[in-house]
């Protein structure tokens, strides 16, 4: 999202116009005024205070890609991929907050996936081998995949744990190529 230079306002007053003549925000951050430096960043001049506010963002798997909603405001997106979707999610956070002259980052962003959506994303994760390594009963795991029962505060943490566990210890292996 680039700021592009529209034309002045014009008031009937000339008085008045003096004093108005500041960069404001309008839909897709367009500004008025003359072109300046500010006018090629990503984000308007008016929009300098960073949101504080978090986000939480629920993703869903679609037949199309996938979507994604805010549990608290009417923010709702959807992409082809995670990646789109990322970028996507913070393109709509940002206009819903544009009206306050705020904007967001993905610091402001939180992002969750239910069980069964990580499974279904993470094809790779076996949740038979998750659940004997995390020492969680398989067919218990199984119906929290599936859908047919939701895991507990408790659960979801040692599942996310065990998870966790696993991809620390794939970032830190090495392979040996042979030469």
Do not use: W
Not at 2 to 12: D, E, G, M, N, S
Not at 15 to 42: L, Y
Not at 90 to 98: G, K
Not at 107 to 121: G, M, R, T, V
């Amino acid at each position: 999202m680039v700021c592009y230079p529209t034309k002045r306002l014009t008031y009937a007053n000339e008085a008045r116009d003096e004093k108005r003549k500041t960069n404001i925000c309008k839909s897709r951050f367009k500004i008025t005024g003359k072109r300046n430096r500010e006018a090629t960043t990503n984000r308007c001049p008016a929009m300098n205070v960073r949101s504080n506010k978090k986000f939480k963002f629920v993703i869903e798997k679609t037949d199309t890609g996938y979507s994604a909603y805010c549990t608290h405001e009417s923010i709702f997106t959807t992409g082809a991929s995670i990646a789109e979707l990322n970028s996507n999610i913070l393109e709509a956070t940002n206009l819903h907050i544009e009206e306050f002259a705020q904007f967001a980052t993905m610091e402001n962003i939180k992002i969750e996936l239910d069980i069964a959506q990580l499974f279904e994303y993470y094809k790779i994760l076996n949740s038979k081998h998750l659940a004997r390594r995390i020492g969680m009963n398989e067919t218990l795991l199984n119906q929290y995949v599936k859908g047919k029962k939701k895991p507990s505060k408790r659960q979801l943490i040692r599942i996310l744990d065990g998870i966790q566990k696993i991809g620390n210890e794939l970032s830190e292996l090495n392979l040996v190529g042979t030469t």
